[in-house]
């Protein structure tokens, strides 16, 4: 499945009457990767949520290639192309790796299992493992696995380095920068490890209590400190 | 692209001992049992091969709360669909045994169809209610059509032919037993597959979390109803062997008190692993014939004292205590 194209217009979202999401517009072209940064509880968990269908649709649209999505359910987005790698990354915790990826794969062959082992060759050796056996950093490449084994054309990655000691984060933003790099899939990334999350994504939308305050490329937003104390809390970016 | 992770937290795993031939071994294991049954148990074949239905009728309940995770207390509908049907097909004039089978299996499906559509829009305790609802309402549909089914009489009067037109079901229920004992290997080994397959893991997800399903993309109830038809299809099969061997089919196989059974032997032996099923189906009825013998009438008691302590002793059954005594579950691998 090629890349996606998405472009939210006016999208309003939260849970049950709450609005967490006010009025958001923003595009992002086919293979472009997009950070999404913010501090807490700005709404950015619930950005990728709405765009995955699991949050309330309140107004606006969220286009994919073209097509509005925004009524569609949760596993019709999936179909269509939209993967997201949770925060709490979901795995399944009775299952073993082996069995958390083979739960993945749609209808491709078991053996497309090797790709995933191929990306991360500690989730080969630990196939036979449970998930809830997995450390934090194995978990969150199971998650990643699992989710690129579908086949995503739109990828939503939320908060994948939270928890992680710093070399996995390394090693985990090499991996997602080789996966993007193909431009077989159009990235969104939600993380609070903003030096990480510039150096990966081509452009940034920064929320502020659910509406975006700034978007523009990242090169312009590393060079002005000022607009990333005020938003997002951090001085200079060394 | 390789990416290697923090190794520190937990040690490395044994090499894969390989869960395919571990299987093979099970199925093996259960041939030879079966065909040391037949040996050491010549007078019991009639139990036995009862022991065979219910058994593919407490693996069908394995299959929708095991591997689902959907409470069911109705699965006996399933398996009187498939005996009745059998049966009604035989007095009809079918009477090689293997197209019965077919007819049970089918009829099971078709119930499972009927049976998940319902109770797949109701969750909980709603469920449960609703799988009990359906079993009395095949109960007294099967009472109340007694020009098909006999009611409450039965359904008498079934002549089977031989099997192949070769091995004829004799009176100590030696072809019965064995044609059981075949059957439930091939349907053992089609459900191992079946649920190591990515249709199965994808079940067991559902059980899991079913939002992360919905979110990978897969639709739930679709997944859940395919395996409630395969469910059924299994049930029926056993309904239908149970018709073939005992050449009568009664209101009992299509009771409430059948499907708490079989829930019964299913945790007796440990849910979600199919072995389980099993063994549990053996202790039950194993449990049942001797100490029915000694005390007819408060044999029930003693198997809910014996339920009570495998609870107790072993929540996972005794399938699941025999695992965790036989593995390395300090690793966390699978057994």
């Known amino acids: 499945m090629p890349a996606s194209t998405l472009e939210v217009q006016g999208l309003s979202a939260g849970y049950g009457p709450t609005r967490v999401l006010e009025d958001l517009s923003f595009s992002v072209a086919a293979g472009e990767r997009l950070s999404i940064l913010g501090r807490n509880g700005m709404g950015k968990t619930t950005l990728l949520s709405s765009i995955m269908g699991l949050t309330r649709h309140q107004g606006g649209a969220i286009l994919l290639d073209g097509d509005d999505v925004s009524r569609l359910r949760g596993s019709e987005r999936a179909r269509r192309g939209v993967g997201l790698v949770p925060q709490t990354r979901d795995i399944f915790r009775s299952l073993t790796v082996e069995e958390n990826l083979l739960a993945g794969i749609k209808d491709r062959p078991g053996s497309v299992i090797a790709e995933a082992y191929e990306m991360f060759p500690r989730l080969k050796e630990r196939r036979r493992n449970l998930g809830w056996q997995l450390s934090g950093g194995e978990q969150q490449m199971l998650s990643t696995a699992r989710c690129i084994l579908g086949e995503p054309s739109l990828l939503l990655l939320d908060e994948p380095l939270e928890g992680l000691a710093p070399v996995i984060c390394d090693e985990l933003m090499i991996a997602f920068t080789k996966l993007a790099a193909g431009g077989s899939m159009t990235v969104l990334l939600v993380e609070q490890r903003i030096e990480a999350a510039l150096d990966f994504a081509e452009k940034v939308v920064i929320l502020e209590r659910g509406r975006i305050v700034w978007q523009g490329t990242s090169t312009a937003l590393r060079a002005d400190d000022q607009l990333i104390e005020h938003y997002i809390g951090v001085g200079t970016l060394h | ?335």
């Open chain 2, 1 to 335: 692209m390789q990416i290697e992770a923090d190794t520190r937290s937990i040690p490395a795993l044994p090499k894969h001992r390989g869960g395919a031939w571990r299987d093979v071994a099970g199925i093996l294991l259960i041939a030879v049992a079966g065909a040391a049954g037949y040996f050491l148990f010549p007078d019991s074949l009639a139990l036995l091969t009862r022991v065979t239905a219910l058994a593919m009728l407490a693996l069908s309940l394995d299959l929708v709360v095991g591997y689902c995770g959907v409470a069911t207390l109705g699965q006996a509908a399933l398996f009187g669909a498939g005996a009745y049907a059998a049966g009604i097909a035989c007095v009809s004039g079918v009477t090689e045994p293997l197209s019965l089978l077919l007819i049970g299996a089918v009829a099971g499906a078709a119930a499972g169809l009927v049976m998940g559509g319902i109770m797949l829009r109701a969750h909980g305790l709603a469920q449960l209610v609703l799988s009990i609802a359906i079993v009395q309402l095949f109960h007294e549909a099967a009472n109340k059509a007694s020009s098909y089914t006999g009611g409450s009489d039965g359904l008498a009067g079934l002549t089977v032919g031989p099997l192949f037109g070769i091995f004829a079901f004799d009176l100590w229920g030696r072809t019965a037993y064995l044609l059981g004992v075949v059957i439930l290997v091939a349907v053992f080994a089609a459900l191992k597959f079946v649920v190591a397959s990515p249709f199965g893991m994808m079940c067991r997800g559902i059980k899991e979390d079913p939002i992360r399903i919905r979110s990978m993309g897969a639709f739930v109830s679709p997944v859940l109803l395919k395996m409630f038809v395969i469910s059924g299809a299994v049930a029926g099969t056993g309904g239908a062997l149970a018709a073939i061997s005992t050449q009568v089919v009664g209101l009992d196989s299509v009771s409430f008190e059948l499907s708490a059974n079989a829930l019964v032997m299913l945790v007796l032996g440990g849910i979600g692993t199919l072995y389980g099923a099993i063994v549990g189906t053996i202790i039950f009825m194993a449990f049942e014939h001797v100490v029915s013998a000694i005390n007819p009438f408060h044999w029930m008691t003693m198997v809910g004292a014996l339920l009570i302590a495998v609870v107790i002793a072993a929540p996972r059954g005794l399938g699941g205590l025999v695992a965790r005594l036989w593995t390395p579950s300090r690793h966390g691998e699978r057994p």
